[in-house]
């Protein structure tokens, strides 16, 4: 156990089943996925001390914030946690600034103003310090939100579904203020969130809940390379997630190089500098597998890889193919007939071809070179 590292174990029959453990280490965001009433928000509650579970063990290193074996539980405010919700919860009669301060409490009362001005600044918001919530927009408001939960200077950061009341424009300019939080605090991260784009641009460790219970939990790439986890199509759509550095700016032909670990892609031109990490989504629907290298395409990645593992799905009669890229694995969807044809098995050599177009990726938090 890591000096900051949050252990977590809850269980409760009711009002929502529960039993979950996990741990967090700092700096890493985990991101939970489960439907709704699945127990995503109570989780969060009850590490900030709002909930309180039949039974619990909530810990960050080796200081004790709730073990009902032992009868200790502190009460929220002597929690060190940053809590963002989704409806933003400010205090509509503070301006941005006030309400910045109003958590700067274990400050001496001297330096409470200049606290909440380094942070208000930090999240580009100096020059709107002395609006009232309603004046402000949903962007601003989440962003007052973000630098509330960080007057705390707190062990642990909770948001609950921080992004999911603003259209997708402020959803991408705040999801940068959250990478880069968290560049500057190396805290345990917990992202309750619905959306595929969250993960992929915030995203360590994903842990998916199921009725309350954890289905899996991995790493970003570990769980997202799975064929066998449904939920995931059903949530975002299957895709591999992993990372990847800036090779080369190829502006003649509009592409940028990326390189991975077993290979490298093209995908299209965007604001990067070679040595810059990048963090890639290639969804499963967009991979084609052949027997060998094929000519005469438009086609620009072609990676030659084996296949590691297959899972038919019951519902659709799709297949999902596990394929190994060196030490990476993408995912491939395609009909059992596809799987006769290419006499697909473990272990067989096969092609992945991937459309330039059909690749995502973004910066990570780290990401510059």
Same mark, same amino acid.
């Given at each position: 156990m890591?000096?900051?590292?949050?252990?977590v174990s809850?269980?409760?029959?009711?009002?929502i089943?529960?039993?979950?453990?996990?741990?967090c280490?700092?700096g890493?965001?985990?991101?939970?996925?489960?439907?709704?009433?699945?127990?995503?928000?109570?989780?969060?509650?009850?590490?900030?001390?709002?909930h309180?579970?039949?039974?619990?063990?909530?810990?960050?290193?080796?200081?004790?914030?709730?073990?009902?074996?032992?009868?200790?539980?502190?009460p929220?405010h002597?929690r060190?946690?940053?809590?963002?919700?989704?409806?933003?919860?400010?205090?509509p009669?503070?301006?941005?600034?006030?309400?910045v301060?109003?958590?700067?409490?274990?400050r001496?009362?001297?330096e409470r103003?200049?606290?909440?001005e380094?942070?208000?600044?930090?999240v580009h918001l100096?020059?709107?310090?002395?609006?009232?919530?309603?004046e402000?927009?949903?962007?601003?408001?989440?962003r007052?939100?973000?630098a509330?939960?960080?007057?705390?200077?707190?062990?642990?950061m909770?948001?609950? #579904?921080p992004?999911?009341?603003?259209?997708?424009?402020?959803?991408?300019?705040l999801?940068?203020e959250?990478?880069?939080?968290?560049?500057a605090?190396?805290?345990p991260?917990i992202?309750?969130?619905?959306?595929?784009?969250?993960?992929?641009?915030?995203a360590?460790h994903?842990l998916?809940l199921?009725?309350g219970?954890?289905?899996?939990?991995?790493s970003v #790439?570990?769980?997202?390379?799975?064929p066998?986890?449904?939920?995931?199509?059903?949530?975002f759509?299957?895709?591999s997630v992993f990372?990847?550095?800036?090779?080369?700016?190829d502006?003649?032909?509009?592409l940028?190089?990326?390189?991975?670990?077993?290979?490298r892609?093209?995908?299209?031109l965007?604001d990067?500098?070679p040595g810059?990490?990048?963090?890639?989504?290639?969804?499963?629907r967009?991979?084609?597998?052949?027997?060998?290298p094929p000519?005469?395409?438009?086609?620009?990645n072609?990676?030659?890889?084996?296949?590691?593992?297959?899972?038919?799905e019951?519902?659709?009669g799709?297949?999902?193919?596990?394929?190994?890229?060196?030490?990476?694995?993408?995912?491939?969807?395609?009909?059992?007939?596809?799987?006769q044809?290419l006499?697909l098995?473990?272990?067989?050599?096969v092609?992945?071809?991937?459309?330039?177009?059909?690749?995502?990726?973004?910066?990570?938090?780290?990401?510059?070179?």
């Amino acid at each position: 156990m890591t000096e900051r590292q949050l252990t977590v174990s809850l269980q409760q029959a009711a009002p929502i089943p529960l039993d979950v453990a996990f741990t967090c280490e700092p700096g890493q965001v985990l991101a939970i996925f489960g439907a709704s009433g699945s127990g995503k928000t109570t989780i969060l509650r009850s590490i900030a001390g709002l909930h309180h579970p039949a039974r619990a063990q909530v810990r960050v290193g080796h200081q004790i914030w709730c073990d009902t074996d032992t009868g200790v539980c502190l009460p929220p405010h002597r929690r060190a946690v940053g809590l963002v919700f989704q409806e933003y919860a400010l205090f509509p009669h503070l301006t941005a600034l006030g309400n910045v301060m109003a958590a700067s409490g274990h400050r001496p009362r001297s330096e409470r103003r200049a606290h909440a001005e380094a942070l208000l600044e930090r999240v580009h918001l100096t020059s709107l310090a002395s609006r009232r919530p309603q004046e402000l927009s949903g962007g601003e408001r989440q962003r007052v939100a973000l630098a509330r939960a960080l007057a705390r200077e707190p062990a642990v950061m909770l948001l609950d #579904e921080p992004f999911a009341a603003v259209d997708r424009g402020v959803r991408r300019r705040l999801q940068d203020e959250v990478a880069a939080l968290r560049r500057a605090t190396t805290v345990p991260l917990i992202l309750v969130t619905h959306d595929v784009d969250d993960v992929v641009r915030l995203a360590s460790h994903v842990l998916v809940l199921e009725r309350g219970r954890v289905l899996a939990m991995d790493s970003v #790439e570990r769980l997202t390379s799975r064929p066998d986890l449904s939920f995931l199509r059903e949530a975002f759509g299957l895709g591999s997630v992993f990372d990847a550095v800036v090779a080369d700016v190829d502006t003649e032909r509009r592409l940028l190089a990326l390189t991975f670990d077993g290979g490298r892609l093209l995908t299209p031109l965007r604001d990067s500098t070679p040595g810059t990490r990048v963090r890639v989504r290639v969804p499963a629907r967009e991979v084609i597998l052949a027997s060998a290298p094929p000519d005469g395409l438009s086609l620009h990645n072609v990676l030659a890889g084996t296949v590691a593992a297959m899972h038919e799905e019951t519902t659709t009669g799709q297949v999902v193919v596990q394929v190994a890229v060196g030490r990476l694995f993408l995912l491939a969807e395609v009909t059992r007939d596809a799987v006769q044809r290419l006499a697909l098995a473990p272990g067989r050599p096969v092609h992945a071809l991937i459309k330039s177009v059909s690749i995502d990726a973004h910066r990570t938090v780290d990401g510059e070179p």
